[in-house]
């Protein structure tokens, strides 16, 4: 009898729970650019090891 919603449970990071803070849209693409080469990177890795 679970019914946890994935969305109610998720915890947004600390730029997004402070609005009184102006978020750094450059600071976040820049993370978000870092995320996507490591997944990439893990993907990279993961589909040579498979060939």
């Known amino acids: ?3 946890m919603n994935p ?4 915890t947004a990071p600390e730029e997004v ?3 009184s803070r102006p978020i750094d849209e ?3 693409l820049q993370r978000h ?3 996507v080469k490591r997944v ?3 993907l990279r890795v ?3 090891s498979h060939c």
């Open 7 to 10: 969305q109610e449970t998720y």
């Open 40 to 42: 990439v990177n893990q």
């Open 1 to 3: 009898m679970l019914d």
């Open 33 to 35: 650019q870092v995320m």
């Open 17 to 19: 729970n402070t609005p």
């Open 26 to 28: 450059n600071a976040l």
């Open 46 to 48: 993961h589909a040579t």
